[in-house]
């Protein structure tokens, strides 16, 4: 059989010709602009539905928003996969600030939209939410209803949304380009090199101990260097956020991200409150693992390191082949699905400069097609986190049959989908091992996954509530963000570290990202919520599979809390949902502990 070589950098001219200086995104954001112009239009003789019969209306309002939300998205999401692949494209920048603003009227037009629904009689409503052309949206109609009732004016709110594009959002796109523009040279294998960000970032899991400490120092200088360029940046975003809650009288920095997630603020108290107590497994591990690299403590830049001497290679398109076989043993579809994936070069994975750190999963929703980006260095790890952004691609793909208006899935449910797909490549790898060593260098992977979802996500957690506290009060200073984070650090690791991360507030794009505030609680989220789903999966087999679908297609159209309930049966609020999911990471901790009791 012939095995299909799979392309390592993405095709985007399928969207449009010619990358950021392409005539048909000229052309796809000049109608862009007429779309906009013809829904402002009908807005302008939207008034206050009185009746039944102004279904009708609501019905045309509902179509014309997909069709703007879906080209905009289209367009945000191609420039978004332009600036990741080439943090150096300016016309990428460009047309980001463009897009931006397109993106801030169709914010406004919305506001219209759902202040007027929100203005409509409580008996009016009742009735219009029978109609069989609006029954199937009533749970984001009624969503919208209620989070205009929350706003201020009309007229507040869409000033707030003008003076975000250069405010707010020109702060988080600052950002982007602050890093981009960060260069370091490290030695490795006798020569010293530059790196980005990203590929800088990839050397915390290097098996020389020395090229970990150097890479880590290295960057930790390049935060300190620019620091008040980032502590400026994080403090406007801040001010810029908090003074909107104020204005809204919202007093927890809390509400809009739960609201965004659709969980409820018991739900995150017990998900937080079952994690912190059972940590000291955790903090064993990590102990363990310090012994076992020849540390005196477990620093910040030796958290990656690889635990056995195996510095075995997975070429990316070996670390392919092994996600489409774990992902058919679970279930066709998404075995399917993802070979299409790959066959299609939907993934950007090569590793090369001026690519931006990290990775995500976007889609173009006129093209029904996703996109992936990551830099893949040849570890168990990328192989992991390729899995992670197929199962993003894979929730977008069995929403297709669903109407846009129900499509729109919160964060927390979407690292769900993520997580689950992680999970089913992760495991599979513990149990192919072929070697002790083998088997203990992916366990360990494992485990690292735990503690950056119990550990360095509840960090990220706690250092931005407690930032936006003392945020209330004046601008803080970067010695004091370091101070915030190195606190947040020991706390969350259980005072497992040695080295902690000081700048790492200032090196996490997640700390920057202006439309979603918060953005780590969901990522703890997905991955509890999952194992639960991931446990029933290994208990029904291959059938299972339809039931995921199942669950997926609701995750936009209610909270998290009766979705937990309908397709799991599990009450979320309660400690004891969180503390099953918990146990079963704390096995791998053990099993850990064993294999490694002679060692260290």
């Avoid at 020569?191 to 970032?201: I, P």
């Avoid at 502590?231 to 009288?249: D, E, I, P, Q």
């Avoid at 659709?262 to 995150?268: A, N, W």
Wanted: charged share 25%; net charge negative; glycine share 6%.
């Amino acid at each position: 059989m012939t095995t299909k070589t799979y392309a390592e950098v993405w095709d985007l001219d399928v969207f449009f010709k010619g990358g950021s200086s392409s005539p048909e995104l000229r052309e796809h954001l000049n109608a862009l602009n007429v779309k906009l112009d013809l829904f402002e239009q009908t807005l302008s003789t939207f008034e206050v539905p009185k009746n039944e019969s102004d279904a009708d209306k609501i019905v045309l309002i509902i179509e014309e928003t997909k069709q703007v939300a879906e080209n905009l998205s289209q367009a945000g999401a191609v420039v978004g996969c332009y600036l990741a692949q080439d943090t150096t494209d300016k016309q990428a920048t460009l047309l980001q600030g463009e897009i931006g603003s397109l993106g801030a009227r169709f914010s406004s037009s919305m506001l219209v939209v759902q202040q007027q629904l929100s203005r409509t009689e409580d008996s009016v409503w009742a009735t219009l939410m029978q109609d069989n052309r609006l029954k199937e949206f009533a749970f984001v109609l009624n969503e919208w209803r209620d989070e205009a009732k929350e706003l201020l004016s009309e007229k507040e709110e869409d000033m707030i949304t003008a003076l975000g594009v250069d405010g707010y959002h020109g702060w988080s796109q600052l950002y982007d380009l602050l890093v981009g523009d960060v260069k370091v040279r490290v030695t490795v294998d006798g020569e010293e090199k530059e790196f980005s960000v990203g590929q800088a970032s990839n050397l915390s899991s290097h098996s020389d101990p020395s090229v970990r400490k150097e890479s880590f120092e290295t960057l930790e200088q390049a935060w300190t260097d620019k620091e008040e360029f980032f502590a400026k940046t994080l403090n406007h975003m801040a001010g810029f956020r908090l003074a909107v809650y104020k204005k809204r009288g919202w007093d927890s920095v809390l509400k809009e991200p739960l609201d965004m997630n659709r969980m409820k603020q018991e739900t995150l108290d017990a998900m937080w409150g079952a994690i912190s107590a059972h940590k000291a497994p955790f903090v064993k591990y990590l102990k363990r693992k310090s012994e076992l690299v020849g540390a005196d403590a477990m620093h910040w830049y030796d958290l990656d390191a690889p635990v056995t001497e195996s510095t075995e290679k997975v070429s990316y398109q070996e670390g392919a082949e092994f996600i489409l076989k774990q992902f058919g043993k679970f279930g066709p579809e998404l075995e399917k699905f993802s070979r299409k994936a790959f066959e299609d070069e939907w993934i950007e994975a090569e590793d090369r400069p001026n690519k931006r750190p990290g990775g995500f999963c976007t889609g173009m929703p006129l093209s029904e097609q996703s996109r992936i980006f990551m830099t893949y260095s040849g570890t168990m790890s990328n192989v992991a986190t390729l899995a992670h952004e197929l199962g993003h691609a894979f929730h977008s793909h069995v929403l297709r049959p669903v109407h846009w208006m129900n499509r729109q899935y919160a964060m927390g449910v979407a690292e769900t989908a993520s997580t689950f797909a992680e999970m089913i490549v992760a495991d599979a790898a513990v149990k192919e091992a072929t070697s002790a060593d083998e088997k203990l260098a992916l366990l360990e992977d494992k485990i690292q996954r735990s503690v950056a979802f119990f550990m360095n996500i509840h960090a990220r957690f706690l250092f931005e509530t407690r930032f936006y506290e003392e945020r209330k009060k004046g601008i803080v200073a970067a010695s004091r963000l370091n101070t915030l984070m190195e606190e947040a650090q020991r706390e969350a690791f259980g005072d497992g570290l040695g080295e902690v991360h000081p700048h790492f507030w200032a090196s996490k794009l997640h700390f920057y990202i202006s439309r979603v505030p918060f953005y780590n609680f969901p990522y703890t989220f997905g991955y509890l919520f999952s194992l639960s789903i991931y446990a029933k999966a290994i208990e029904e087999g291959s059938s299972f599979e339809e039931k995921y679908i199942a669950l997926l297609q609701d995750t936009a159209i209610m909270s998290v809390e009766d979705l937990a309930m309908k397709h799991l049966g599990e009450d979320i609020t309660q400690h004891a949902f969180w503390e099953k999911g918990i146990a079963l990471c704390i096995k791998d901790v053990e099993e850990f502990l064993e294999l490694t009791s002679s060692k260290g």
